[in-house]
């Protein structure tokens, strides 16, 4: 049985699954939908409704976030999770995003990734994660370093920002690696 909620220091980790995606988006109203993402205005509502419409799985892949909620306020901080996620390959791109400026530079994310990684490994039964990061991306950069990840490589345009191709640098934790922040506990 998979929990839907997990908690570090400051923060509660709410799971959003293909289900519960699904569940939200179609019986809740826009208010409800806005307040329970986190979304602050009506385009990022439409872009959510566009995404959802589309849909967000697809064979053989899926997708698994935890909203980050400041356990204080429970306000919607942001998200991390598996995107592009091959469940018969045991492999997830791990991926975060926080909302506003205000919640930056505050160990938000290396307090969240350690339990979602340990997640992925033991209840979802991944065996590789993989995070692909913008060289300029220092924030990120240390992050993955920080939890023991390896650089693999870089590759080359690979994503498009902004009207330009960017590389990204190839970085990977597997189950059987060490995982640094348990020496830090």
């Given at each position: ?74 306000e919607v901080m942001g998200w ?24 930056k530079g505050k160990g938000y ?77």
């Amino acid at each position: 049985m998979q929990s839907n909620i997990l908690y570090t220091e400051r923060l509660i980790l709410r799971l959003i699954n293909p289900e519960i995606y699904n569940q939200v988006m179609s019986t809740y109203n826009d208010e409800s939908i806005m307040k329970y993402f986190g979304i602050t205005t009506a385009i990022e509502l439409e872009q959510e409704k566009i995404r959802f419409r589309q849909g967000m799985t697809m064979a053989g892949r899926s997708f698994l976030y935890f909203h980050l909620l400041d356990k204080k306020t429970t306000e919607v901080m942001g998200w991390c999770g598996y995107h592009t996620w091959f469940l018969q390959h045991r492999r997830a791109e791990i991926g975060y995003v926080l909302n506003e400026d205000r919640f930056k530079g505050k160990g938000y994310m290396k307090e969240a990734l350690p339990p979602i990684i340990d997640y992925g490994f033991a209840t979802i039964n991944l065996h590789r994660i993989e995070a692909l990061i913008a060289p300029g991306n220092e924030p990120s950069l240390r992050l993955v370093n920080y939890l023991g990840f390896t650089q693999e490589g870089i590759l080359r345009e690979h994503y498009l920002k902004n009207g330009k191709l960017e590389d990204s640098i190839v970085f990977s934790l597997l189950e059987s690696d060490p995982r640094p922040w348990k020496l830090h506990r």
